[in-house]
C-alpha cells in the first residue's frame, strides 16, 4: 500500500479544516489518508471520589471514536475516492505524530488543538512534531484557498533544497505558481576595529539573484509547467515570506526546518514562532535529509 498522509483529529473545527485539507492532497497523490487521535489519562482534576480510572479511559476513548467519525465523514465527502483509516492512540499528541512521521508521506495538523491536541501548536509538542518528525508537517492555518502562488524561501541549505523540491511538486500537482523568495539582512559586513563597511546592495543583489536562478535550474526543468517568480528581499525572512505570502494570496508557505546565511536557525526561537503562528496561508514545514 501506498504511504499514507497523516493527519491529527481532535473534535475541533481547525483539525476539521485540516482533515479536508490532507484529503484533498491524499487525492492528488493517489495516497491514503490515515486519522490519527491520541488522548492520555489526566493526572489531575477527576477525584477517584468520582471518577475512577477506567470511566475516565472509557469515556476519552468513546469521546475519540466519535471524533474519528466526524472526522472519516468529512474526509470522505470531500475526496470520496480516498482510503481512509483511523486510528485511537493511547499517547501524548508529540509522540503520537512524531511515529506515525516515520512511516508517513506527510503530516498535517490544524492551527489549534483540543482534547488530546491540546496545545498543538502551542510550545515543545509544535517543536517536537516538527524537529523531530521523519517526513514534512503542514500546519493548516489562515486562508485555505484554491488560488494564488505556492510561496517558498530559499537558502541553499539541503533543508532549504528538500524545501524547494516539495514547492515545486506541490504546484505542479495544483497547476499553480510558484514564487520563490531569497531573504536576509545581514548583508552589512563588520570590519576589523568593529565599524560597519559599506556594502554595495545593488551588486549584492545581482550576486543573490544569480544564486537563486542557479538554486532552481534543475528544479524548472523538472517541472516546465510551473511558472516562476524570483524575488530578493532585503528583510528579515520571516517578515519577508510573511509579506509575499499575504500580498500574493499565497495557497501554500513552503519553509525548511533548518537553514542557514539569511535563514539561519529558521525554526529556532522567534522566527518559527512567528511563521507558525501568523502564516496568513498553510504552512509546510520540510526537514533535511537524516544524514544531515
Not at 509547467?225 to 494570496?249: I, Q
Request: charged content about 20%.
Amino acid at each position: 500500500m501506498s504511504v499514507p498522509i497523516v493527519v491529527g483529529v481532535d473534535g475541533s473545527e481547525s483539525a476539521l479544516t485540516a482533515v479536508k485539507w490532507a484529503a484533498e492532497e491524499a487525492a492528488r497523490h493517489r495516497v491514503p489518508l490515515k486519522l490519527v487521535h491520541a488522548y492520555l489519562l489526566p493526572s489531575r482534576g477527576y477525584p477517584e471520589v468520582v471518577l475512577t480510572g477506567h470511566e475516565v479511559r472509557q469515556a476519552l476513548e468513546e469521546q475519540g471514536r466519535q471524533q474519528l467519525a466526524d472526522a472519516e465523514a468529512v474526509a470522505r465527502a470531500t475526496a470520496p475516492e480516498v482510503d481512509v483509516s483511523v486510528a485511537l492512540e493511547h499517547s501524548g499528541a508529540a509522540g503520537a505524530m512524531v511515529w506515525e512521521s516515520k512511516r508517513a508521506r506527510l503530516i498535517v495538523l490544524g492551527s489549534r488543538g483540543l482534547g488530546g491536541f491540546t496545545g498543538l501548536l502551542v510550545g515543545s509538542v509544535a517543536v517536537a512534531v516538527v524537529a523531530h518528525g521523519d517526513c514534512p508537517v503542514v500546519v493548516v492555518r489562515g486562508s485555505v484557498t484554491a488560488d494564488g502562488p505556492v510561496v517558498v524561501g530559499v537558502d541553499g541549505s539541503p533543508a532549504g533544497d528538500r524545501a524547494v523540491a516539495f514547492a515545486f511538486e506541490a504546484a505542479s500537482m495544483r497547476r499553480a505558481p510558484l514564487t520563490a523568495v531569497l531573504a536576509g539582512n545581514d548583508f552589512v559586513m563588520d570590519g576589523l576595529y568593529g565599524d560597519r563597511l559599506p556594502v554595495d546592495w545593488a551588486q549584492v543583489e545581482q550576486q543573490e539573484h544569480v544564486e537563486l536562478a542557479e538554486r532552481l535550474a534543475g528544479w524548472q526543468e523538472q517541472y516546465p509547467d510551473v511558472r516562476v517568480e524570483r524575488a530578493v528581499v532585503r528583510d528579515r525572512p520571516a517578515r519577508a515570506l510573511l509579506k509575499s505570502a499575504a500580498d500574493l494570496g499565497a495557497r501554500l508557505l513552503v519553509v525548511g526546518s533548518r537553514g542557514r546565511g539569511g535563514f539561519k536557525g529558521m525554526l529556532l526561537g522567534s522566527t518559527s514562532q512567528t511563521l507558525v503562528y501568523h502564516a496568513p496561508c498553510p504552512l509546510a514545514v520540510v526537514r533535511p535529509p537524516a544524514t544531515d
